[in-house]
């Protein structure tokens, strides 16, 4: 993506079932789920470079013994860094202990990280936050074994200020705001509060204090607990949670915004944030590995035994298109048909837009993603050019010679690769002060590969703010003196912020609210801008549970094609000398490409809760007023 966005996070969560002593013998190493967590964490790696976190919980140790480990890296290479310092431990271990290397009971007694039940979280800092104590996991402490809590999640809540405000309520005292704290908290009430319960009514039933504690563990039931705090969340969330005795679980929300994947056989439960990720890791088929409905858990006893259970009521299915198109590894089965598919429909306008000339017309991509929706594209230039072979072939009929077939079927897409990213001045542009001075020089192109006689078509995965594009991509496209150039997204026009997860927030950062905002000056209407402000401040008070998206009403004047083309308007750069023109994909188009992934209100304004239109409409207020600040 030429403009960068930031993505929460990506989750993992390993239960070993059997004995470590298992994997030893099977695998040669009692650090079987550790090695495993740390290839579920690189493969999912692309949902966050920022901070990475581990947490491992070892059953049935005696009082006294380590039980708990965690270990957070915000360095620039956090899950190297991690898994640095846990190798370090190991074989420090080992070194000093060599009477022990094959002694897995004593590993397990004696060295931090190896148990049989492990959390790993990778995260990208949103808004400035990416200090060690935003990375997770997040860790709540007790004496008591069961309400010690470890929570992970890929999520973002509309509604904080009042989950804050609950714990208050309930007599807390929350060290922050910050929806992951206030989240684990949440859980952690109602989590000691099952405890305490439990506690006396096994101690009614005659047990010792002693007894007490591993039928607790049996008989904590943590779909209750989790029905509970979740009540009242409103946002898109996959939450990882581990209780101090060895119980786990995965949660999803309601409307399935953020994703979860599960797989189970007789040695392992794995869940992970993407398919492909427990696919590679674990060697198993597509078919093995399961989403994770909607408002459901995948709830892991201290005993091993696993179960799916409804926690909420699943909303209408709103899950994360972004995901398909961008976010989520193109190596899943579903997503890389997916994005050619995104590529493929987009052809019919491209054809419009050069006039049928694909003689005169070069095809290229923004590396790197953009590729898989490049040969969705290409694919459908060629259909078409095989289409028109044909009826070329059948008119010239018998007499044909073989110089007229030969020019027929020498006719072909042109494909180049124009752009080219330098990847390494990536790292370094991460904020938007120093990726102002830098973007100029993060793409290079191919030169000599276009013609001044030629179109040249460039497919990118979605434009957001147009930044790269402007000062970057277009300059040095122009280079090549094309006579036009196409610009084409396989998302459509985003509009809206997001609010669940990724780090889309100021309404004026996005490009087609800039050509909105430029055609109602160019068509005399600046008036309704101050009557949508108006209307939207009405619908900001956090306790409206049906709040209207009144932003709508600010692109609902303009046709997606007149955005479109004060777009190419907008960011051609001054002096520039070929046309620009700007295709987006439409609604229909990636509904039709993601026919499971239908959440889209960054391109529709169509919020899955309540507080997705209390946030949008505050965006816009912000907006009215000149704040530039989040409206989460």
């Not at 190493?29 to 491992?56: I, P, W």
């Not at 709540?140 to 809590?149: D, F, I, P, T």
């Not at 004060?566 to 509904?591: C, D, F, M, N, R």
Request: aromatic share 10%; proline share 4%; with cysteine.
């Amino acid at each position: 993506m030429s403009d960068p966005i930031k993505h929460e996070c990506g989750i993992s969560l390993i239960r070993l079932l059997k004995p470590l002593e298992y994997y030893k013998e099977k695998y040669g190493t009692a650090f079987y789920g550790v090695n495993k967590m740390y290839l579920m964490m690189e493969k999912q790696h692309n949902r966050g470079q920022d901070g990475a976190g581990f947490a491992s919980i070892k059953m049935d140790m005696e009082p006294g013994e380590r039980y708990m480990s965690r270990v957070r890296s915000a360095q620039q290479q956090p899950i190297q860094d991690i898994f640095a310092q846990i190798n370090n431990r190991i074989n420090t271990a080992l070194t000093e202990h060599p009477e022990h290397e094959d002694d897995v009971a004593w590993q397990k007694k004696n060295i931090p990280y190896i148990g049989e039940l492990l959390m790993g979280h990778v995260r990208y800092g949103t808004f400035g936050k990416n200090s060690i104590e935003n990375v997770h996991p997040f860790l709540r402490q007790n004496n008591w074994m069961h309400r010690n809590l470890i929570v992970a999640g890929n999520f973002n809540m509309t509604n904080v200020d009042e989950l804050f405000g609950n714990l208050v309520e309930l007599g807390q005292h929350p060290k922050e705001k910050a929806d992951t704290v206030t989240v684990m908290e949440k859980i952690g009430h109602f989590l000691d509060d099952a405890v305490a319960k439990l506690y006396k009514q096994i101690k009614k039933e005659g047990y010792t204090k002693r007894e007490a504690s591993a039928l607790i563990a049996e008989r904590l039931n943590v779909a209750k607990i989790l029905r509970k705090a979740s009540k009242n969340w409103d946002g898109g969330y996959a939450m990882s949670g581990l209780i101090g005795h060895g119980d786990a679980f995965v949660m999803r929300d309601p409307a399935g915004i953020r994703p979860a994947y599960y797989y189970q056989d007789d040695e392992v439960v794995v869940v992970a944030s993407e398919r492909p990720v427990i696919q590679t890791v674990f060697n198993v088929n597509f078919d093995d590995v399961k989403e994770l409905d909607p408002g459901h858990a995948v709830i892991i006893k201290k005993s091993g035994s696993m179960a799916l259970k409804k926690i909420l009521e699943p909303t209408e299915r709103k899950a994360c298109s972004f995901e398909r198109i961008y976010f989520s590894r193109g190596s899943d089965k579903e997503i890389y048909q997916e994005r050619k598919k995104l590529g493929k429909l987009v052809f019919p306008e491209i054809l419009k837009s050069i006039d049928n000339d694909l003689e005169n017309t070069v095809f290229s991509y923004i590396p790197n993603t953009a590729e898989t929706s490049f040969f969705g594209m290409v694919k459908e230039a060629q259909n078409y050019l095989n289409k028109k072979k044909e009826e070329q072939i059948l008119a010239l009929g018998p007499n044909m010679t073989g110089e007229q077939l030969h020019k027929i079927l020498s006719v072909r897409p042109r494909i180049e690769k124009v752009a080219i990213k330098d990847a390494k001045l990536r790292t370094f542009i991460t904020q938007d002060s120093s990726r102002d001075d830098l973007v100029t020089h993060v793409y290079d192109i191919s030169y000599g590969s276009v013609k001044s006689t030629d179109n040249l078509v460039i497919i990118d995965d979605s434009i957001v703010r147009g930044t790269t594009l402007k000062r970057s991509i277009l300059k040095i496209l122009d280079r090549l003196s094309p006579k036009k150039i196409v610009v084409v997204s396989s998302a459509p026009q985003i509009r809206y912020p997001d609010c669940y997860g990724i780090d889309m927030a100021k309404l004026e950062d996005f490009v087609a609210f800039k050509a909105a905002k430029a055609l109602h000056e160019d068509h005399g209407t600046t008036h309704l801008i101050k009557e949508i402000y108006e209307k939207c401040l009405t619908q900001t008070d956090p306790s409206n549970k049906n709040a209207v998206n009144y932003v709508q009403e600010f692109y609902a004047p303009f046709s997606a094609k007149q955005i479109s083309k004060k777009i190419g308007e907008i960011l051609s750069p001054e002096g520039i000398k070929a046309e620009v023109e700007i295709i987006y994909q439409t609604i229909e188009g990636l509904h039709s490409a993601c026919p499971q992934n239908l959440g889209d209100w960054y391109f529709t304004g169509n919020y899955p809760t309540p507080g997705g239109n209390r946030i949008v409409n505050k965006a816009f207020v912000n907006f009215f007023e000149g704040k530039n600040e989040r409206a989460y």
